[in-house]
């Protein structure tokens, strides 16, 4: 652990159990598979593989998942849903076809389909999050994949589904409308209006077979969209009363060395939210609506999109190696870091998928016949998933500030904290986002009951470049803190350079 530099100040915040932000929705410790490079074939899917299961799974695989706690998973995209058939991946493996994915350059051969989905999703205690296409196809296709999947029978439809030997209805509740609309790079890209009218028309149809579902609508692929807010307004003006949720996406990446603006991308992230949120209650103004649409960041992780892929790629390759970034420390506390801004608007975002699950900008990676292992992302959103679960309390820091090129002064400190609606017990999350300094944390628990410290787990490193691999798979691990201590109601500690941590608090007496 790094002495604490005597002449930073502390930072502080104080507890108390009157000022909530709202409920944690499980939904928040989502992911995201899409049949994108390896996510799926090697990656969750390989059969042959020693650890493989009869359906092929990968069950090394699924016990990092089930340790990461996801809740759900939205599938099979992303863009990849935008020329998706959906009945080309049902039914007898060896009669389905092989097809060109246009979104990816990708030959995609559909041997992992619909039913291996929802039967890995039933593995790993994970809700499945269905995305329908409405690029390259619409109305009908949405409600025939509907029927399929969550009809009970006596139908040509669900009785295929049977015949395809899942005889009990998938009972999938929450559905995509589509995937960043608003992307001239996505197959049938549209404009909002367009979009809104296909949309609105498409969750019309799907509510006629089940008036229960929840459905998303796409919000703007980022919030750097020249047709940022004005899309979500036009959409939400068709759709309002029909959708249950807006989507957002967001990745962030350190570009030219600005590590203190990239540290700080949680700032852009919890603005994203703000606006979205923002937009969504202006047209329930202007429609004199009673409901609140909530937001889904169904696509959200650092991704270093600018750096040029190592891996030699061929245009139409099967499973080709994309986007298989990998994690240094530094990515970790930014992970973290945005873990935290969603967890500081639980009340709005209330659902959310990481993207993505495996191999693919994933916090889980994998060799071909070889091993699987954890990257330093995997360790801040397993502990969310785990601790993070009740009420978020609102949190206001009083911290000391850096400079940034991108987004001015910024608190070195980035923190929330749950309440445990069962236990009573509180987990702390907080980063420093120094890069030298340990920055000193007074926690004011007047307002709470926190007697004891449970643990407090950094996740740092002496080495902000250092990384996990399958050679090293354990380089990069949380440890435990020292020095952390509770007395008359005040809490103290020191926050490591550069470092997420978890601490952990109890009523209970030691």
């Given at each position: 652990m790094s002495e604490p530099d005597s002449t930073t100040p502390a930072a502080r915040f104080t507890l108390d159990s009157a000022f909530a932000v709202g409920s944690v929705n499980p939904r928040l410790y989502g992911s995201f598979v899409e049949h994108m490079g390896r996510c799926v074939y090697t990656g969750l899917y390989e059969p042959g593989h020693p650890a493989a299961d009869a359906d092929g799974l990968r069950q090394d695989v699924l016990a990092l998942v089930r340790e990461l706690g996801v809740t759900t998973v939205r599938y099979p995209g992303g863009n990849f849903v935008s020329g998706y058939?959906?009945?080309?991946?049902?039914?007898?493996?060896?009669?389905?076809?092989?097809?060109?994915?246009?979104?990816?350059?990708?030959?995609?051969?559909?041997?992992?389909?619909?039913?291996?989905?929802?039967?890995?999703?039933?593995?790993?205690?994970?809700?499945?999050?269905?995305?329908?296409?409405?690029?390259?196809?619409?109305?009908?296709?949405?409600?025939?994949?509907?029927?399929y999947s969550n009809h009970p029978g006596g139908t040509e439809?669900?009785?295929?589904?049977?015949?395809?030997?899942?005889?009990?209805?998938?009972?999938?509740?929450?559905?995509?409308?589509?995937?960043?609309?608003?992307?001239?790079?996505?197959?049938g890209h549209k404009t909002p209006e367009e979009y809104g009218r296909l949309a609105a028309e498409t969750a019309r149809a799907m509510r006629q077979v089940d008036p229960g579902l929840e459905l998303v609508a796409c919000g703007s692929s980022s919030s750097s969209m020249p047709t940022f807010a004005s899309w979500e307004s036009t959409v939400l003006q068709a759709t309002y009363d029909l959708v249950d949720y807006v989507s957002l996406h967001a990745y962030y990446e350190e570009i030219d060395g600005d590590r203190d603006s990239f540290l700080a991308s949680a700032v852009d992230m919890e603005h994203f939210i703000e606006s979205v949120v923002a937009t969504c209650d202006h047209v329930r103004a202007r429609l004199k609506a009673k409901k609140h649409i909530n937001l889904s960041f169904d696509e959200w992780n650092v991704w270093y999109q600018k750096r040029p892929n190592p891996h030699a790629v061929e245009e139409w390759q099967q499973a080709p190696r994309l986007l298989e970034d990998v994690y240094t420390v530094t990515d970790a506390v930014v992970f973290g870091s945005l873990l935290i801004a969603l967890l500081r608007h639980a009340d709005r975002v209330t659902s959310a998928s990481l993207a993505q699950l495996v191999n693919v900008i994933a916090p889980i990676m994998t060799e071909p016949g070889g091993p699987a292992w954890r990257q330093t992302t995997f360790y801040p959103f397993a502990q969310a998933s785990a601790y993070g679960r009740g009420t978020v309390l609102r949190v206001e820091v009083d911290s000391p500030t850096y400079p940034t090129a991108r987004f001015g002064d910024v608190p070195l400190l980035h923190a929330t904290a749950v309440t445990d609606d069962e236990t009573g017990d509180i987990t702390v999350f907080a980063v420093n986002r120094s890069q030298t300094d340990a920055l000193p944390l007074e926690i004011d628990l007047r307002g709470v009951d926190a007697r004891a410290v449970v643990e407090h787990l950094v996740?740092?490193?002496?080495?902000?470049?250092?990384?996990?691999?399958?050679?090293?798979?354990?380089?990069?691990?949380?440890?435990?803190?020292?020095?952390?201590?509770?007395?008359?109601?005040?809490?103290?500690?020191?926050?490591?350079?550069?470092?997420?941590?978890?601490?952990?608090?109890?009523?209970?007496?030691?």
């Open positions: 058939r959906w009945e080309d991946s049902v039914g007898p493996r060896e009669e389905r076809p092989t097809r060109l994915d246009l979104a990816w350059k990708s030959t995609e051969t559909n041997e992992f389909g619909l039913g291996e989905f929802v039967d890995f999703c039933g593995k790993t205690g994970m809700e499945p999050m269905m995305a329908v296409n409405l690029g390259t196809r619409g109305v009908e296709d949405a409600v025939r994949l509907l029927e439809l669900s009785d295929r589904r049977a015949a395809h030997g899942d005889k009990e209805p998938y009972g999938i509740r929450m559905w995509c409308l589509g995937n960043e609309m608003d992307g001239p790079w996505q197959t996740l740092a490193d002496s080495d902000p470049e250092a990384t996990n691999t399958a050679d090293r798979p354990d380089r990069v691990t949380p440890h435990a803190a020292t020095g952390t201590t509770l007395t008359d109601g005040v809490l103290h500690a020191e926050l490591e350079p550069l470092s997420w941590n978890m601490i952990r608090l109890t009523h209970q007496q030691n």
